[in-house]
């Protein structure tokens, strides 16, 4: 176990009641407000107008930036910043999952930075302080609730980029997991596949004697890997609902990650297809991490990923060799996300080899040369993974 310093500054008001708990945030923080949130679904669900009816009875001033898509653009962030200078907000409040939060998280870090605030996301700028940000969760997936992190793409050149801060922390978020009822069985997938990558991006370390973290995070896979079916066959399940979305929400606070190093090499791979093909995030780590398994087992890397195979995914501790138990695991992960109605091959999404090298180039440049610390990923590799991801 490596040295580290943790602290999560994020309140976390969690249950059927939690959004009662919304005025007293709304007091601590300012009464000129930001919401942002995307379609219809906030609305849909009665959620929009009850905290409209919460920041009435608080007497706030409310402006809106709404139709954030998955991906999240840099041209809504950009109005947003105009609208939050122009009237002077106090708090921004996000309403929707991942894409809906990042995208309010590049706002408030935006407003307090004098140029593009694209430049925070290039590293050619850097902010000192934010506007207060809180949330209020419909979609477990991100984990964006309680992270430092935020991914928004660059519409012109489909561009996809990451910026992780303690800036990027919530104030408060609301999780009611009533509030998930309504989700589409694909947008609930989806979700379950991106909190378990959360989860397995930091589990696959060549950090030795993690034992507490490495059980912390199998566990939480087990529960999800449990739960999905319970959903996906009854959607207002509470209980399972709730165990989702509060690992979920554990998946991405930096808690799983203490005294290791993650890998994210399937992460970086994945952001350079949905920028340029638009799918969600989840379906293509669906697609992205079996493959960057079996290429990263074919260099050697059995234990760890037969341990995986075995605390996670049930293989047999004698049912063969290390490098067949990981095989074995791979396997069953594959039928896992199909059995939640996912794909896990590029062929079956439409897409083809053509941007490979495009992909490939442009996500081990902006990590330097090369991705991921469990195996290092260069160029060379990348492409083998999208090829083995056909």
């Known amino acids: ?77 950009r ?55 809180g949330t209020i969760v419909t979609l477990p997936a991100a984990g964006s609730e309680m992270s430092n992190s935020c991914v928004i793409t660059r519409e012109e050149d489909q561009c996809k980029r990451g910026r992780n801060t303690p800036l990027n922390f919530p104030k408060f978020s609301i999780l009611n997991p009533e509030f998930t009822y309504s989700l589409p069985p694909y947008q609930t997938a989806c979700g379950v596949v991106d909190i378990m990558a959360h989860i397995m991006e930091r589990y696959f370390t060549t950090v030795e004697h993690v034992e507490l973290t490495d059980r912390m995070a199998e566990g939480a896979l087990k529960t999800v890997i449990d739960n999905a079916p319970l959903v996906m066959n009854s959607p207002e399940d509470y209980d399972a609902r709730a165990e989702i979305m509060w690992a979920g929400c554990l998946a991405h606070n930096t808690l799983f990650e203490t005294g ?17 093909y638009d799918i969600a995030h989840g379906a293509g780590l669906a697609i992205i991490f079996p493959a960057w398994m079996k290429y990263v087992l074919s260099k050697g890397n059995a234990k760890k990923l037969s341990q995986f195979a075995v605390r996670v995914l049930d293989v047999k501790a004698d ?25 896990t091959t590029l062929h079956e999404n439409g897409i083809d080899e053509r941007d490979f090298e495009r992909m490939a180039e442009r996500a081990v440049k902006m990590a330097g040369g090369v991705l991921g610390s469990f195996y290092p990923i260069r160029k060379v590799d990348a492409l083998s993974i999208y090829r083995l991801a056909l």
């Open 1 to 77: 176990m490596i040295d580290f310093t943790f602290q999560n500054p994020t309140k976390v008001i969690f249950g059927k009641d939690a959004l009662n708990h919304l005025a007293e945030e709304i007091k601590r923080y300012g009464t000129k407000v930001l919401l942002v949130y995307g379609g219809g679904s906030v609305k849909r669900i009665g959620l929009y107008d009850q905290v409209i009816s919460i920041l009435n009875n608080q007497k706030a001033s409310v402006w809106e930036i709404s139709g954030v898509k998955p991906n999240p653009r840099l041209g809504l962030v």
């Open 79 to 133: 109005e947003g910043i105009r609208l939050c200078r122009e009237n002077s907000v106090e708090l921004v409040l996000a309403m929707g999952g991942g894409s809906a939060i990042d995208t309010a998280k590049a706002i408030v870090n935006g407003v307090k930075y004098d140029g593009d605030v694209w430049d925070l996301f290039t590293g050619k700028g850097s902010n000192v302080e934010v506007l207060p940000l």
């Open 260 to 276: 290791r190093v993650g890998d994210w090499a399937s992460h970086k791979l994945e952001h350079e297809l949905s920028a340029l």
């Open 319 to 343: 049912a063969g060799t290390e490098e067949e138990i990981a095989q074995e695991g791979i396997v069953r992960l594959d039928a896992f996300y199909r059995s939640v109605g996912l794909t």
